[in-house]
């Protein structure tokens, strides 16, 4: 985790079942989350409060136009630099196509 301006930057590998790894990187600003995947899935969207946002989603079978629309947002911060919490609702469309309503809660320590 590290800072730079008014952003927060926090990356990460994941391995995703069936799928492999994949380096997630999360950027976090008071007001919108930026999350930026490479590896064995390639992802950019953005998550702002109130607004729709466009973004890409591909799994190397070709690249997805994804819909966002963002209905909750919260970003908490701790004894800054430490812990944050991210909290954000969306609705989600693949294509133009509607595929569901997420709820995504994210807590961010930093190993000591």
Do not use: C
């Not at 079942?17 to 953005?46: F, N, Y």
């Not at 970003?75 to 196509?97: C, E, K, S």
Request: proline content about 2%.
């Amino acid at each position: 985790m590290y800072e730079k301006q008014e952003w927060t930057y926090v990356r990460f590998e994941e391995e995703l079942e069936g799928i492999g790894k994949v380096q997630t990187t999360l950027k976090i600003g008071d007001a919108e989350v930026m999350v930026l995947r490479s590896g064995a899935v390639a992802m950019r969207q953005v998550y702002v409060y109130g607004e729709r946002t466009e973004g890409t989603y591909d799994m190397g079978y070709g690249r997805l136009h994804t819909e966002a629309v963002t209905d909750h947002l919260a970003v908490t911060r701790a004894n800054p630099g430490w812990m944050m919490h991210i909290d954000f609702h969306y609705r989600l469309a693949l294509q133009g196509t509607p595929v569901g309503r997420y709820e995504i809660s994210i807590v961010i320590e930093e190993d000591v």
